[in-house]
């Protein structure tokens, strides 16, 4: 059956004149191809089903159930077969329902009165029919519905006959479940087909009258996992039904981001997707890293990391007030002390207090804003003002003062004495990540405060959006024992549109701690992966989860999540496109084998200039023994074939196709000899022809190569494609086998010996017509 009979597809004159030269030869000649692009090489019509490569039965909605509730057809959409499921909506003219529903109504109340005045029952179906058609006219008539025309279709597919009987027999049964009539339009399947394409052509018109709200709760994607803003990046997929996850942080009651689960879940790898999507959103990133695992991250987008470590450059004062007023900064370095010096006594608590407002007062600093702008007190200042009290005759003094002064002593003395030192940093860049890995791990926890307080000091300066994650959190949570300065930040994130991320595995001082119930009441998002079975009762606890959550996050694979967003709850894979993964992989095999990629990248780079890799074959004979080694190294292969010459040649080829290396090779010879005559010339991995040019008459010509593995797969072949060359103007079969130039059946079939003269005869007698006309 021709096909231009079934889907009326523009032909662009594949058989019709040549165009006008106006049109550039390249232009022209894909623009003739339009048609084999775009239209299937035929269409099998059966009374209950079609075949377009796939086999396709359309199933049509007949009746609906009385009430449904808000995206009641999502269940249709999540279920994982193949189909495609389309609606029709005509709106009515509210005249046209006003006469339908009064006539409806006055049809209702003759068989009702009909009934009764034969003394029989009316059936209750009828009443309810009978209110519910005047409770709409009431309502149509004031104007809160509208009536509406919906058709409902959903096309089963499958690549065999047997797996099309199972998708159906599955909606069906679905359909069924949902109170929906399922009904299959024997004998108008071609019609069922164009209802359910993309063109807005009801051929069925199987319609059912239905109000504006019953419309809107047929919209199928009323679920909380496809809530998507004006901006916003993908989150991750729906583990059920694999629906992008769209949010924008920002756009919720606050931007901050919680993430919690146990070592080796997946928190790092999830939130640094996370940034590469906001980054390439326009949004700042600052990154406090114990780990150094950020770094090549920053590389990658031209970032800055700055390392700060015992002889580095970069260093922060715990004394700089960091554009805070005096009092802030006092509260501050409170909780910086006691991630310093651990617990703190009534008395420790009291010397301290003391001793920063004297450093400050020595300093010159008051309560005055304009004496903030002097040179701050260092730790050795502190250390200083609390020595003398070491000697005190009083314990009450002495032994607290002692207890501070030794532990300040690292600070001073000891290996973090860099700390002891004036501010000197910049921040310069969208992307920046702040590397402690060299820091003593007892030293740590108070340069994370740091950092988190000097960053976030100067991120308030700005209203852009920002994101400041930090790493490795608990040392950051476990800080001061009322943690009201943790408080404060978390409370105010949203008021300089800067999102704090905390990832943390210590779920403990989520919870117990009042730093970690600040964060947690203060975050609009969070992300739990999978958690240890011995907190899981805590974190069903906090995060109200119902016993298929619990049981998801005890069973979740690396990457899988329970995402919380407000009101939404959701458990979704994270999943990273191929180049995304390259950059945020922490595997180390993975980062081995990406070294080797990139030492091979940079060979192949060096001898750019005199090789090509992006040719699919290479000649070896043209090529050093280094080009031949680089190339093999990246996937190449080295075949021996013979060419169109009938001579045996070493080919170094990269084959990515499924077809085998002979029919490989020769298409791409075949296409080299073409180019000697044209440039409008094509190799097709489709249903087209292998090879296909415009000859020097305008004819178009496709050329198929034969050289499967056995003789009867050759036949094969060639009978499936005979009906797809005879749409050119003119072909030929190049067959690997010589015996096949028996088969007369199929048309011209040559070797590969005789394609460089077949080839040229469809330019040069085109050169000699022009000769003789001279």
């Known amino acids: 059956m021709d096909i231009t009979n079934i889907l009326p597809l523009p032909r662009i004159g594949i058989f019709g004149k040549k165009e006008e030269k106006e049109e550039p030869m390249a232009v022209k000649y894909r623009s003739r191809l339009l048609d ?29 159930p009385r009430l449904v509730e808000a995206g009641w057809l999502s269940r249709l959409v999540e279920m994982n077969l193949d189909f495609d499921l389309a609606i029709h909506i005509e709106p009515y003219p509210v005249e046209k329902t006003i006469r339908m ?14 009934l009764e005045s034969e003394g029989k029952i009316v059936p209750q179906s009828l009443i309810q029919k009978h209110k519910d058609t005047k409770a709409l006219l009431e309502a149509v008539q004031s104007g809160a519905e509208k009536m509406f025309g919906i058709s409902l279709y959903i ?64 919209f199928p994607f009323v679920i909380s996992s496809l809530e998507s803003k004006a901006r916003g990046i993908i989150i991750g997929f729906n583990v059920n039904n694999d629906i992008p996850i769209i949010i924008d942080p920002f756009d919720l009651s606050n931007p901050n981001i919680l993430v919690l689960g146990t070592s080796g879940g997946g928190k790092s790898y999830a939130i640094k997707l996370m940034l590469i999507r906001e980054f390439l959103e326009g949004v700042d990133i600052n990154v406090i890293d114990p780990q150094g695992e950020y770094t090549e991250l920053a590389k990658i987008f031209n970032g800055k990391t700055i390392k700060i470590a015992p002889g580095s450059d970069t260093v922060i004062n715990p004394f700089d007030l960091m554009g805070q007023s005096l009092d802030e900064k006092k509260l501050s370095l409170l909780a910086f002390f006691r991630i310093v010096l651990g617990e703190l006594t009534e008395a420790q608590r009291a010397i301290l207090d003391d001793a920063i407002d ?83 791990d007892v030293g740590k926890p108070a340069l994370m405060f740091l950092i988190l307080e000097y960053i976030y000091n100067q991120m308030k300066r700005s209203r852009k959006r920002k994101i400041l994650v930090i790493d490795e959190a608990w040392t950051v949570l476990s800080a001061g024992e009322e943690g009201e300065y943790i408080l404060r930040i978390v409370k105010t994130c949203r008021k300089f549109n800067l999102s704090l991320v905390m990832i943390t595995q210590d779920v403990e001082d989520v919870l117990t701690s009042r730093a970690g119930r600040a964060v947690l009441g203060n975050t609009a998002t969070k992300l739990l992966l999978r958690q240890d079975p011995s907190v899981i009762k805590e974190v069903a606890e906090r995060f109200n989860l119902s016993e298929k959550e619990q049981r998801f996050l005890q069973t979740a694979r690396v990457g899988q999540a329970l995402l919380i967003a407000e009101r939404m709850r959701v458990p979704i894979k994270i999943q990273a496109s191929p180049e995304e993964h390259r950059v945020i992989t922490t595997k180390p095999d993975e980062l081995l084998e990406l070294m080797r990629e990139k030492k091979r990248r940079i060979a192949v780079r060096e001898m750019q200039l005199e090789l090509d890799v992006t040719k699919p074959i290479h000649r070896k004979a043209h090529l050093t023994n280094e080009q031949v080694d680089a190339l093999v190294k990246i996937g190449y292969k080295e075949i021996r074939i013979k060419n169109l010459e009938g001579e045996y040649e070493l080919l170094i080829i990269r084959n990515e ?32 022809a292998d090879i296909s040019f415009e000859a020097a008459d305008g004819r178009m010509v496709g050329i198929e190569v034969v050289a499967e593995p056995n003789i009867d797969e050759d036949i094969k072949h060639m ?41 040229r005869s469809y330019f040069v007698q085109k050169e000699k017509e022009v000769e003789v006309k001279m």
Not at 101 to 114: C, G, P, R, V, W
Not at 170 to 191: C, G, H, N, Q, V
């Open 36 to 64: 084999y692009l775009t239209s299937p090489s035929k269409v099998v019509i059966k009374p209950d089903h079609l075949q377009i490569d796939k086999f396709h039965r359309v199933i049509c909605a007949v009746n609906y």
């Open 101 to 114: 529903l009064e006539e409806e109504i006055k049809k209702q109340k003759t068989d009702i009165y009909s």
């Open 155 to 218: 096309d089963a597919k499958g690549y065999d006959f047997k797996s099309l009987e199972d998708t159906d027999r599955k909606i069906r049964d679905k359909m069924s479940a949902l109170l929906i009539t399922p009904k299959i339009p024997t004998f108008r399947m071609y019609e069922a087909l164009r209802s359910v394409l993309p063109v807005c052509d009801n051929q069925l018109r199987i319609i059912r009258e239905v109000t504006s709200s019953a419309v809107a709760a047929c």
């Open 358 to 440: 004297a450093v400050y007062e020595d300093a010159g600093i008051t309560q005055d804003p304009k004496t903030w702008s002097k040179t701050p007190p260092t730790i050795e200042d502190l250390y200083n003002q609390i020595i003398p009290l070491t000697r005190s005759d009083k314990e009450i003094i002495y032994e607290p003062a002692m207890a501070i002064a030794n532990r300040l002593k690292i600070y001073v003395t000891g290996p973090l004495r860099f700390l002891n030192q004036q501010t000197k940093i910049n921040l310069d860049n969208r992307f920046i990540t702040f590397d402690i890995r060299d820091i003593p």
């Open 657 to 688: 196709t499924d077809y085998t290396d002979e029919r490989f090779v020769l298409q791409h010879l075949i296409k080299e000899e073409i180019m000697k005559y044209t440039q409008n010339v094509m190799i097709h991995y489709s249903k087209l």
């Open 719 to 759: 009978e499936e494609m005979l009906p797809v060359l005879k749409r050119y103007n003119d072909y030929f079969f190049v067959v690997a086998r010589e015996e096949l130039k028996r088969e007369t059946s199929y048309g011209t079939i040559l070797t590969r010996e005789e394609v460089p003269d077949k080839i």
